[in-house]
């Protein structure tokens, strides 16, 4: 039983080779389809576009069309209502004529029956039939023309002659011809809106019929485009279904030649797995060996980092210990550090404390002293003993009394060291001590300067106030007297306090 080339090409074994080949063929199968239905899309838009052009192009004709003969009826409408206000026109002068005749005839009754003056009126080339003569009374108005009557006003008649409807006619030969005019106007008018119309619609139609005929020879040219498109297209497929025989042809040679391979390969194949299972048991049997080895030496470093690790062990907890015993000992340190710290904190409070009461001191006596040299020179200025005595007086009641030495300080200007000032700093370790110790220095040498310089300021007053003392004596012996000398004894002894 042949088999069929489906199921030939089913027991093929697929290669990469032939795999990659057919995905290709498939790849590129899938984008000349994406291409052509593109391209299919494209032609669509552009017949959508083109069909829409082309209705809207109709239904613009279609209006245009309707507009023109909107148009035509337009002014057919208008010709009507113009020939109707004709008409209105012809029956207004009518009733404006029968109105002027109406009038006249009231005014030819009104002058019969009251005249008021009198009235010639002259119709035609000849002269006048009759003339109005006044006449005798109001019963005389029924008598002939040209009697007289007696007594009474006068009365004017008129006298009508055979042509008295002369302007009533000529008004109306005259309406007549302004409606004639009016008339031949509006025909005029009418036949050039209708010669317009006929040559727009001529035009139209011309047009019209232009594009039919561009229409017929696009259509012409495009059915032979069409049939010469046919006719190679029933060669291109003749072609084409000769192509695919000849191809279905050598794909069955190729198939059988294929199919023998496919043979000659499923035997090699066979061998080759054998070949391949034996391998594989030498293979399995070398990896078993060394697997062995390999498990050997693996166990042994396991062994050994186990030995490490109990080592390490023990290393850690030592030094665990130690660590803990050091840690121990830095926190009792701190702790002693940071009482240090406090003390020495106390005791430069406490020095701060002392320098300003030193300074406070010193001001107090900077300004005795001032107070002093006020009165010394008052008594070289002042000579009445009197006043000067007064004013001293003055001067030392209002002086306050400035204390002789602070009550804290020693004999030699020191304040006393507190209570466990050198307990703590025995305490203490020796970094935190020198550091202490450095900053007491550099504040003790700050008062001590300043306490200096206050020092020499003061001996140089006492100085001043020494020879102060000595011209004011001098000058007391050679004035003899007695007070001042005293006045001069007790501000030496103030400022000596």
């Not at 389809?33 to 032609?43: G, K």
């Not at 035509?72 to 208008?78: G, I, R, T, V």
């Not at 050994?304 to 926190?331: C, G, P, Q, V, Y």
């Not at 004999?411 to 703590?424: E, N």
Request: net charge negative; aromatic share 2%.
């Amino acid at each position: 039983m042949a088999q069929t080339p489906a199921k030939r090409i089913e027991e093929v074994l697929p290669s990469p080779q032939l795999l990659a080949h057919y995905k290709t063929r498939i790849e590129e199968f899938e984008a000349e389809r994406d291409e052509l239905l593109r391209a299919v899309a494209r032609c669509a838009v552009q017949s959508e576009d083109l069909h829409r052009l082309e209705w809207e192009n109709r239904k613009r004709a279609d209006e245009v069309r309707e507009l023109q003969q909107a148009l035509s009826d337009a002014q057919q409408f208008l010709f009507e209502e113009r020939q109707r206000l004709l008409a209105l026109q012809a029956e207004n002068d009518e009733l404006k004529l029968q109105e002027l005749d109406d009038r006249k005839r009231m005014q030819h009754l009104l002058a019969m029956t009251q005249p008021l003056e009198q009235q010639i009126t002259y119709r035609g080339d000849g002269l006048p039939a009759a003339s109005t003569l006044p006449a005798a009374g109001a019963a005389g108005a029924g008598q002939q023309p040209g009697q007289a009557g007696g007594g009474g006003g006068n009365v004017m008649r008129t006298v009508f002659l055979p042509t008295a409807n002369a302007d009533a006619l000529l008004l109306k030969i005259e309406s007549l011809q302004a409606q004639l005019n009016e008339q031949r106007a509006l025909s005029e008018e009418r036949v050039e809106a209708l010669l317009v119309d006929r040559k727009v619609r001529q035009q139209e139609e011309e047009r019209h019929r232009a594009n039919f005929l561009v229409q017929i020879e696009a259509l012409s040219t495009k059915v032979t485009q069409l049939e010469d498109t046919l006719r190679q297209t029933t060669k291109d497929y003749i072609e084409a279904r000769r192509a695919r025989q000849d191809a279905e042809a050598r794909a069955a040679a190729a198939e059988a030649q294929m199919h023998r391979e496919v043979d000659a390969a499923r035997a090699d194949s066979v061998r080759e797995r054998r070949a391949a299972k034996q391998e594989a048991r030498d293979a399995a049997a070398v990896a078993e060996a060394r697997m062995r080895e390999y498990v050997d030496r693996f166990r042994e470093q396991v062994r050994a980092r186990e030995e490490e690790l109990t080592n390490l062990a023990s290393l850690h907890a030592s030094t665990k210990a130690a660590a803990d015993k050091r840690i121990a000992d830095l926190e009792a340190r701190a702790s002693r550090l940071q009482d240090s710290n406090r003390q020495l904190e106390q005791r430069r409070q406490l020095e701060v404390d002392g320098w300003g009461a030193d300074v406070t001191l010193l001001r107090k006596q900077l300004a005795a002293v001032d107070r002093k040299l006020t009165q010394m020179r008052l008594i070289d200025r002042l000579e009445d003993d009197e006043r000067l005595d007064t004013l001293l007086d003055q001067l030392q009641k209002k002086a306050p009394s400035v204390p002789a030495a602070a009550a804290g300080k020693d004999a030699r200007g020191r304040r006393p060291r507190r209570h466990g000032d050198d307990g703590g700093s025995s305490q203490a370790g020796g970094e935190g001590d020198a550091g202490d110790d450095d900053a007491s220095a550099t504040m003790s040498s700050g008062i001590h300067s300043v306490k200096s310089q206050l020092a020499a300021e003061m001996r140089a007053v006492r100085r001043q106030l020494d020879e102060l003392d000595a011209r004011a004596g001098a000058k007391a012996e050679r004035a003899g007297v007695a007070p001042r000398a005293a006045n001069y004894g007790r501000l030496a002894r103030g400022f000596g306090t």
